[in-house]
């Protein structure tokens, strides 16, 4: 069994920063893409932020220029760097991972549980 699980979130000021993490637990013999999703109540989840396995980042434009996605591949692990955060920017934010467990074949998408981030004005 594999898990990704974020932790960062919380309540910062417009222009502050946060800096989310996600970590990949389990048998996992493989990741390839990970990256970073948001949500608010009555919208579709939406592309912040994907990282390949390779290093190319790639950016929704609302947040090109203010957050920075990482990874660290020896900790199974991706960052978001948030800064000048807006209040617009308010929203659980998932981390996700195109993940190979011990017992499969294949490369499977997986979801962590997601982490409120609200940006006061």
């Known amino acids: 069994q594999v898990q990704l699980v974020e932790s960062g979130g919380g309540l910062v000021q417009a222009g502050g920063s946060l800096r989310l993490s996600c970590a990949a637990s389990g048998s996992i013999f493989s990741i390839n893409g990970m990256g970073w999703y948001r949500q608010t109540p009555g919208k579709q989840r939406e592309l912040v932020a994907t990282l390949t396995s390779g290093g190319a980042p790639n950016y929704a434009d609302f947040v090109k220029g203010r957050f920075t996605i990482s990874r660290d591949n020896a900790k199974n692990a991706v960052y978001l760097q948030m800064n000048s955060l807006k209040p617009e920017d308010t929203a659980v934010y998932y981390c996700?991972?195109?993940?190979?467990?011990?017992?499969?074949?294949?490369?499977?998408?997986?979801w962590g549980q997601g982490t409120q981030v609200t940006v006061s004005s």
């Open positions: 996700n991972a195109h993940m190979m467990s011990t017992a499969s074949g294949s490369f499977n998408l997986y």
